[in-house]
């Protein structure tokens, strides 16, 4: 079965510390994932595909096949990226599983 | 701007009824697929839309429809609206696998 865990729902740090938000998935094939992310009051939108290998705001995501993780990181927190992260993956079906969530809190 | 519009922002339905919500994609994207926001939940996806055709659904019964138009705009129908299809209802367009750009949401409140 295809799914998607966001083990934290909540994660707090100050800001310039190091963060990571964890994903990890079960899928049988070859999985798509993204991460999402929804700023207060603004639409959810796409922060990060693993296919492109990209840094984007400071964040990076590697997929880890075998521990089946796509975890999102970035080594100095900034206040402005407090927000709501979704990671997601869609499969050969067109199917896209999103977690549940983490609500990032960077203090000042 | 994303290019994707969703009407209405809210509605608010009577048990049984049924509803339509339309969504505007963003021109040039041949793809549209609709989901299911509960509160304190991941978007759940409904199905997908290509070129008009549906290609992909989820575990939804077959009361949630859908149909998309040649001009990029897009429907979801819900016949026999119950209370637990109280939630956010969110549109997004984009082509596989580059990620899909979201509307804004529609809220429907069941009653």
């Known amino acids: 079965a295809q799914r998607v865990t966001q083990p934290e729902k909540l994660l707090s740090v100050f800001k310039g510390a190091p963060v990571e938000l964890k994903c990890n998935y079960s899928y049988s094939g070859s999985p798509e994932l993204f991460w999402y992310v929804q700023y207060s009051r603004q639409r959810l939108q796409l922060l990060l595909r693993h296919i492109s290998r990209e840094s984007i705001k400071g964040f990076t995501a590697d997929l880890n096949k075998g521990e089946t993780s796509f975890h999102l990181k970035k080594p100095f927190a900034q206040e402005e990226d407090s927000a709501m992260y979704y990671c997601?993956?869609?499969?050969?079906?067109?199917?896209?599983?999103f977690g549940a969530g983490t609500r990032l809190t960077v203090k000042p | 701007e994303t290019g994707v519009t969703q009407s209405p922002t809210h509605l608010i339905k009577t048990r049984g009824q049924q509803v339509t919500l339309r969504c505007s994609s963003q021109?040039?994207?041949?793809?549209v697929s609709w989901y299911q926001q509960a509160l304190g939940q991941g978007p759940q996806f409904i199905f997908q839309y290509y070129r008009e055709e549906e290609n992909g659904r989820g575990n939804f019964p077959p009361r949630f429809s859908g149909l998309q138009f040649p001009n990029y705009s897009s429907e979801l129908n819900v016949n026999a609206l119950e209370l637990d299809d109280s939630a956010l209802y969110l549109c997004?367009?984009?082509?596989?696998?580059?990620?899909?750009?979201f509307g804004s949401g529609t809220r429907l409140t069941v009653v």
């Open positions: 021109s040039g994207h041949n793809t």
């Open positions: 997601a993956l869609e499969n050969n079906n067109n199917d896209m599983r």
């Open positions: 997004a367009s984009g082509d596989r696998p580059y990620g899909y750009t």
